[in-house]
C-alpha cells in the first residue's frame, strides 16, 4: 500500500513538474515518517527512497539508530535549545529555524563537533498565530544576523502553509515564499546558498510545485492517516 501510494505522489510530482516546465530532480520528495514505525520506512528502502522527515528529536534519534545510515533524516519539527546536542550530527537538514537563539546554540554545537550544519528559516507566510515560524518582514535580518556564526549554513527557506481543504488557497503564499526567497538570494549574503525552498504538504505540494518548491514534504499521501492518541 504504502509503495503504491509513493507510485501515486510520484507521478503527482512528475505532472507538477512538468505544468511548470520544471524538470523532476529540481524537487526533492521528503516522505514524512513522524509516528509511523520502523517498518513502514523499511518497506520504502528498496525502491531507492532516502529522505525522511521527522518532527521530534527523540523520534528522529530512535530511527537513526535502527535504519541504515545513508538515510537523509530531515528535522522539520520545532527544535528546542536543549535538543539540539542530540541531532546537529542526524539530521542533513534542519528545517526550522526561527531565532538567533536557536542558531545561536547550533552554531556552538556545531563549532565544537567540527561540523556546518545546513538549516533553513522556518517562515510564518500567512501569519498564523498557532504556527512558528519567523514572518516575511524579519526573515533578511534574521539571516543576516545567523550568517554571521560559525559553524551554520542557511540554505533557504521552509514554511508550513494554513491548513485548507482548497490547496489554491495557499498559491500566493508559496509564490510569495519564492518571491522572498529569490531576493535575499540577490543579496549575496556569505554563508548563505538560498537554494532550498521547502514547502507543500500532502494537501498543497503540487502548487508548491507549480510555484517553485524544491523539496516537498508528504505524510499523509505515502504512509496514510496518522494517529496520535
Ligand atoms: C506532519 C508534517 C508534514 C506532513 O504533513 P501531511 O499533511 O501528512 O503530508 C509536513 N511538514 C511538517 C512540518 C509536518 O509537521
Known amino acids: 500500500m504504502i ?20 524538470a523532476r530532480d529540481e524537487v526533492v520528495l521528503i516522505a514524512v515518517s513522524k509516528t509511523k514505525p520502523v517498518s513502514m520506512i523499511e518497506e520504502l528502502l528498496p525502491g531507492g527512497t532516502r529522505d525522511f522527515g521527522e518532527n521530534k528529536v527523540q523520534e528522529l534519534c530512535e530511527k537513526y539508530e535502527q535504519l541504515p545510515k545513508d538515510i537523509r ?30 542558531a545561536e546554540t547550533i552554531s556552538m554545537e556545531a563549532v565544537k563537533r567540527q561540523l556546518t550544519v545546513p ?14 515560524g519567523v514572518s516575511p518582514e524579519e526573515t533578511e535580518d534574521l539571516i543576516r544576523e545567523i550568517a554571521k556564526l560559525p559553524g551554520i549554513l542557511v540554505q533557504g527557506l521552509m514554511t508550513i502553509a494554513p491548513f485548507t481543504a482548497d490547496p489554491e488557497e495557499n498559491r500566493t503564499h508559496f ?7 529569490v531576493d535575499i538570494k540577490m543579496k549575496n549574503i556569505d554563508n548563505v546558498t538560498m537554494s532550498v525552498l521547502s514547502m507543500g504538504m500532502t494537501g498543497d505540494y503540487e502548487v508548491a510545485i507549480e510555484e517553485g518548491a524544491t523539496m516537498v514534504r508528504v505524510g499523509t499521501g505515502i504512509f496514510g492517516e496518522r494517529n496520535y492518541r
Do not use: M, P, T
Open 3 to 22: 509503495v503504491e501510494n509513493l507510485a501515486e505522489v510520484e507521478r503527482k510530482i512528475c505532472a507538477a513538474c512538468e505544468r511548470a516546465g520544471r
Open 73 to 102: 533524516w530531515h528535522l522539520i519539527g520545532h527544535l528546542q535549545r536543549n535538543k539540539v546536542k542530540y541531532v546537529v550530527d542526524k539530521a542533513c537538514l534542519i528545517h526550522s529555524l526561527d531565532s538567533l537563539r536557536l
Open 175 to 181: 509564490s510569495n515564499l519564492k518571491k522572498l526567497c
Open 119 to 132: 538549516v533553513l528559516i522556518e517562515v510564518n507566510v500567512a501569519g498564523e498565530e498557532s504556527k512558528f
